[in-house]
């Protein structure tokens, strides 16, 4: 009876001791006071801290999501204009914040590192994190209103019946 047991046994413990989890499994970042995700998403432009969601429950769409749905809407060339440069200027703001932002953290990792900090380097690069997420927010919430402006009020109700992306 035993022996049955025994086989089972090293396989099950076998396969636990050698499985990985998805974390386990992910590149870690080259920051690391940043996860690998949040890092492509900073470099990559996407809104990995949902900084519009204010602008979005208020009904204040995004450029991407018009664009996406504008023969629903039934954009003309002027509006299709308009929200594609308000969409590229958008994408560009974000990919060159979250460059800073990634420059400033590993800044700061390697100040901390070294152990050759000073409370001037921690307010300095503090505030410039803060101004940098600040200045990233400001953008995404700059783009929905101006978005807000070139639709029609029925074509942001239209827009609010497709779910959120």
Known sequence: MH?????????????TAFAQTPDSLLKPSPVKTISNAEYDALLK??????????ADLNGYPSAQKALKYKKELDLSPTQTAALTKINTELQRKKVEM?????????????????KKLTEGDILFFGNRSGLYYGELRNAILMAAYNTY?????SQISKLKAFKNE
């Open 98 to 114: 979250g460059g800073f932002i990634v420059k400033n953290e590993a800044k700061l990792d390697e100040l901390f590192q070294s």
């Open 149 to 153: 402006k070139q639709l029609a009020p």
């Open 45 to 54: 432009g996407r809104d990995q801290y949902h900084m519009s969601l204010v």
């Open 3 to 15: 022996k049955l047991y025994l086989p089972i046994l090293f396989v099950f413990f076998g396969v």
